[in-house]
């Protein structure tokens, strides 16, 4: 595995339209856990593989990042030995050739953020509840309802594949107002 590097704004290759995924082979796996490891690196809860700049239809999120100050916790399992295990609260989740049917007419506010628009948050408004269907690493298709931050971030990472960044969603003078804080912290640091 290794980590890749995420793409940020103004970097014109998040604007691609991102290809269906028609092989699931090894290096869709090498890609998935590669964008795991970027987004917990990260650290974010949500990753596109445009956000490292592979144009595939291909979506990682874990909304419960580890928590490494966890407390150990002791183990009885594993044939009466007492053992301590780091807790680990990692829900990795892949998302591949996801579609998204049925979108509630009602809507939801989130702050959202991005890992290719780094320090920069604002309100989105997107439909509350969402049935999704996509497939996983094996090809296999798989459909759910959702809704909460797991609806909200699928249609974040969702928009990545039109090329569509969460900023474009603000009105034109918000979002020129992220850029330009954007562009004054990067000078900043
Ligand atoms: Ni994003």
């Known amino acids: 595995m290794a980590i890749r590097e995420i793409l940020e704004v103004p970097d014109s290759r998040l604007k691609t339209v991102s290809k269906p995924v ?3 082979d090894d290096e869709l796996k090498t890609l998935v856990a590669d964008m795991f490891e970027t ?26 990042p580890e928590d490494e100050d966890a407390e150990p916790e002791l ?25 998204i049917l049925d979108p509630s ?13 780094p320090e ?18 094996d090809g296999n298709t798989h459909e ?3 809704d909460g931050l ?3 971030c699928l249609q974040h990472e969702m928009d990545h594949l039109e090329g ?10 918000k979002r020129n107002m992220a850029l330009k804080k954007l562009e004054k912290l990067r000078k900043a640091a």
């Not at 990753?47 to 144009?55: D, S």
């Not at 569509?164 to 034109?172: A, E, P, T």
Request: with cysteine; charged share 25%; proline share 6%.
């Open 164 to 173: 569509i960044l969460f900023i474009d969603h603000l009105s034109r003078l």
């Open 150 to 152: 797991l609806a909200t």
């Open 22 to 24: 028609e092989a699931f």
């Open 75 to 99: 183990c009885h399992s594993h044939g009466g030995h007492e053992h301590y295990h780091q807790p680990t609260r990692k829900e990795p989740l892949v998302f591949i050739n996801p579609e």
């Open 120 to 137: 920069i948050y604002a309100e989105v408004e997107r439909p509350a509840r969402i049935r999704a269907r996509w497939q996983d690493i």
């Open 144 to 146: 759910e309802d959702m």
């Open 105 to 117: 007419e009602e809507h939801s506010v989130y702050q959202e953020g991005c890992l290719s628009v």
């Open 39 to 64: 987004m917990y690196d990260a650290p974010g809860i949500g990753l596109a593989a445009i956000q490292v700049g592979v144009p595939l239809r291909v979506l990682v999120i874990d909304l419960q």
